[in-house]
């Protein structure tokens, strides 16, 4: 399964990359028929929003925790929703990516205001955040400024 980082970064151009549509997220087929709302047993790709804790999507904060999956049939989108099924929605996953990526974008440790305020988390969720990365064994800088 192809869950893995968000597309970007390819060297090809901006232009050329839009035309060309996402793999599937499940065997990474590239489908070549146009997305429509309800796409018919031959047509795709399939196009979905899943709930997921370890999505932090790379533009809209505010659509973290809501990954964006892409299929090229029924049954792979099916696969897709398996994967995702099969792990459980925790809410302070959800909040340590929240916390890693406010402090890999800040300049040196993050003061505990900016923190808050790039997060949307109270201090006590900022915590159980970093509790929860050195629980799963990934370090980030926590000294406040």
């Given at each position: 399964?192809?869950?893995g980082?968000?597309?970007?970064?390819?060297?090809?151009?901006a232009?050329e990359?839009?035309?060309?549509p996402?793999?599937?997220?499940?065997?990474?087929?590239?489908?070549?028929a146009?997305?429509?709302?309800?796409?018919?047993?031959?047509?795709?790709?399939?196009?979905a929003?899943?709930?997921?804790?370890s999505?932090i999507?790379?533009?809209d904060?505010?659509?973290?925790?809501?990954?964006?999956?892409?299929?090229?049939s029924?049954r792979?989108l099916?696969?897709?929703?398996?994967?995702?099924?099969?792990?459980?929605?925790?809410?302070?996953?959800?909040?340590?990516?929240?916390?890693?990526?406010?402090?890999?974008?800040s300049?040196g440790?993050p003061?505990?205001a900016?923190?808050?305020?790039?997060t949307?988390?109270?201090?006590?969720?900022?915590?159980?955040?970093?509790?929860?990365?050195?629980?799963h064994?990934i370090?980030?800088?926590?000294?406040?400024?």
């Open positions: 399964m192809n869950l980082e968000p597309e970007g970064g390819s060297g090809a151009d232009d990359s839009a035309s060309v996402p793999p599937c997220d499940s065997c990474g087929t590239v489908s070549t146009k997305a429509g709302p309800r796409p018919g047993p031959r047509e795709g790709p399939y196009v929003v899943l709930a997921d804790s999505w999507d790379p533009v904060p505010a659509q973290d925790g809501r990954r964006p999956v892409v299929a090229c029924g792979c099916d696969r897709v929703r398996a994967v995702l099924a099969s792990r459980p929605y925790t809410t302070v996953e959800l909040w340590a990516g929240k916390v890693t990526r406010a402090v890999t974008a300049q440790p003061v505990r900016e923190l808050e305020r790039a949307g988390l109270t201090p006590p969720q900022i915590r159980a955040a970093y509790d929860w990365l050195e629980e064994g370090w980030l800088e926590r000294h406040s400024r």
